[in-house]
C-alpha cells in the first residue's frame, strides 16, 4: 500500500499518523466517502463553513463609551502614538512626554490611538503525524477546518487575522481584515495542509516568531499534533501568552485514543506487519505515544494561561467554539 495514496486493501487508507512515530500507515475500513475527500483539504469546503461561525451571536457594542452591557468598539488605550498634550489632573503620570515637557516648559502627556481591530493569528503545525486519519477526514484536514472556523469568527467579532506556519517560504499570511484577509488565510491552509511539508522548522519556531509579532491584547489558536506541542519548551509558552489570548487546539484521531483490542495490520517500510493491541506491553507503549501527550498538555498548559482542547478528526469542526471553550477540562 502506498502512503497518502488514498487507496488500501480494505478501501481508503490514511497515512502517515502513527509512522511518524513507528514507520507504518494504517489501512481502514469502507468509507462512504469518496476516495478524494477528507484527504486534503478544499476551498469550497473552507468557505462554506462560514455558517459555523455565524451561529454564534455576535454581541451587541456600545457607543461613546456608555456603561452598558454591550461590549464597546473600542479596544482600550491602544499602542499606537496619536499626538501628546498639556497634561490635566487625572492624566496618567506614566504617559508623560518629558522631552516636549522640557522644550515648552510645560507638562506634557502623550496621547494613544485607540484599538479597535484585534488580530487573530492562527499558527499552523504541519507535522507528518498530521496527515493521517481513520474516520472522516485527515486531522491536516481537521486542522485547516478547525483553523477557517477561527477566521471567519475573527471575521464575525470585526477582528483582522494572519497565519503563520514554520518552515515554508510562502509561511506567513500578513494581517487583513474583512473578506479579504479571511480569503488570504484560508487560501494558505489549504496550500499547507496539502501535503507534507518535506522540511520544516517545527512548532516551536513558528511560536517564538509568533510571540515576536503578536501585540498585547491579541489572540492567538495553535492548530497541532500532540506530540509536536509537548516538544516545545515550556518557557516557549509562557512568553507567549503572557500578553495575549492563546488557545491550543490538539488534532487527534479516534484510533490513537481509543485502540482497539485486536490484532491491527500496518504497511510499514520493511513490508506488511500485525501490531498486538491486545498485548499489555503494546498498548502501554500505544497509550505513551499518543494518549500522555494529551494528557500532560491538558494538566501543565492550562497553568500558564494556555486553554487546551482537543478536536477529534471525526468531530463537528467548530465543536471547540461550544462551552467548553470557556473552561478547559483538567
Do not use: N
Not at 63 to 74: E, K, N, W
Not at 163 to 182: F, H, I, K, N, Q
Not at 186 to 204: E, F, T
Amino acid at each position: 500500500m502506498k502512503q497518502g495514496s488514498g487507496k488500501g486493501e480494505r478501501g481508503r487508507a490514511v497515512s502517515p499518523g502513527p509512522s511518524a512515530r513507528g514507520g507504518a500507515s494504517f489501512p481502514v475500513p469502507d468509507s462512504p466517502f469518496p476516495a478524494s475527500e477528507g484527504i486534503a483539504p478544499s476551498l469550497a469546503e473552507l468557505i462554506a463553513l462560514r455558517r459555523s461561525a455565524l451561529r454564534a451571536r455576535d454581541p451587541r457594542r456600545g457607543r461613546r463609551g456608555v456603561a452598558a452591557r454591550a461590549t464597546s468598539a473600542q479596544r482600550g488605550r491602544g499602542m499606537e502614538y496619536a499626538e501628546s498634550r498639556e497634561y490635566v489632573a487625572g492624566d496618567d503620570a506614566r504617559h508623560i512626554d518629558w522631552k516636549l515637557s522640557a522644550r515648552t516648559g510645560f507638562t506634557h502627556t502623550k496621547t494613544f490611538q485607540a484599538e479597535r481591530e484585534r488580530l487573530t493569528l492562527l499558527v499552523a503545525d504541519t507535522a507528518p503525524a498530521l496527515y493521517f486519519g481513520t474516520r472522516a477526514r485527515f486531522k491536516s484536514v481537521q486542522a485547516a477546518r478547525a483553523g477557517a472556523v477561527a477566521a471567519w469568527s475573527a471575521l464575525r467579532d470585526g477582528d483582522r487575522v494572519a497565519a503563520l506556519c514554520s518552515g515554508r517560504e510562502d509561511g506567513l499570511v500578513p494581517p487583513a481584515g474583512g473578506m479579504r484577509g479571511v480569503l488570504r488565510v484560508l487560501d494558505a491552509l489549504v496550500r499547507w495542509y496539502a501535503a507534507p511539508s518535506a522540511a520544516g522548522a517545527g512548532l516551536q519556531s513558528a511560536l517564538e516568531r509568533a510571540t515576536r509579532l503578536l501585540h498585547p491584547g491579541a489572540r492567538a489558536l495553535v492548530l497541532a499534533d500532540p506530540a509536536s506541542a509537548l516538544a516545545v519548551a515550556p518557557a516557549t509558552w509562557s512568553a507567549l501568552s503572557m500578553h495575549v489570548d492563546v488557545r491550543l487546539l490538539l488534532l487527534v484521531d479516534p484510533l490513537e485514543m481509543q485502540p482497539p483490542r485486536c490484532l491491527l495490520p500496518v504497511a510499514a517500510p520493511g513490508g506488511r506487519m500485525e501490531l498486538d493491541l491486545e498485548a499489555g506491553a503494546m498498548r502501554d507503549a500505544w497509550h505513551d505515544a499518543f494518549v500522555t501527550p494529551v494528557e500532560t498538555l491538558r494538566k501543565a498548559l492550562p497553568g500558564r494561561r494556555i486553554q487546551v482542547q482537543v478536536l477529534a478528526s471525526d468531530d463537528p469542526s467548530d465543536a471547540w467554539l461550544g462551552a467548553a471553550a470557556a473552561k478547559v477540562q483538567a
